[in-house]
């Protein structure tokens, strides 16, 4: 069954640094997104990316986050200058349609930083 | 903003049905979903409900909608210790973007 892959599974950074985390993508989904779950709280909406741009993005999204689709398959997420607040679990999901919102997720990526 | 609220936890015995409440301020949603979320795993897409309709039943699983009252629940019938996991109300619109709830988790006893 195809699923939706994440690496790496555990990052520890220390605060200030800069963190990639990747996602493949179910290999026909068109929709993408990225979610995180700071421990103990909501799953919260961060970016949805279509057709190579931003589609919609939260107010947690800001300047310090980017994503890219650098290639046919990758879709990853940066945090350019990591603080403690940015631990969390993060989820990247695809979908084949974002009208009917069967996200598929990743087991996530845990996130530490120090 | 949008909320959604879950109760956090339910215990029930093997065998015994689960009930798990859901309340959502978002009307606009046109999906809402349950998930659900096994110790170090992702979220796994469990069933969905139209937002025009008031019932869904897959199998074990029975979604019933109260569009009005902005209520959703998720039904398990005859529980299995499996079935122990943290269940997410997700209301969704038509971006894809998903409204979580905090979870509730389900304690199955044997």
Known sequence: EPEVTQTPSHQVTQ????????????????????YRQ??????EFLVSFYNNEISEKSEIFDDQFSVERPDG????LKIR???????AMYFCASSLDSRTGELFF???SRLTVL | GEDVEQSLFLSVRE?????INCTYTDSSSTYLYWYKQEPGAGLQLLTYIFSNMDMKQDQRLTVLLNKKDKHLSLRIADTQTGDS?????????NTGKLIFGQGTTLQVKP
């Open chain 2, 85 to 93: 996991a943290i269940y997410f109300c997700a209301p969704g619109s």
């Open chain 1, 81 to 87: 200058s990591t603080k403690l607040e940015d631990s």
């Open chain 1, 15 to 34: 605060m200030g640094q800069e963190v990639i985390l990747r996602c493949v993508p179910i290999s026909n989904h068109l929709y993408f997104y990225w």
């Open chain 2, 15 to 19: 065998g015994d049905s689960s009930v």
């Open chain 1, 106 to 108: 990743g087991e996530g």
């Open chain 1, 38 to 43: 700071i421990l103990g709280q909501k799953v």
């Open chain 1, 73 to 76: 398959s990758n879709f990853t």
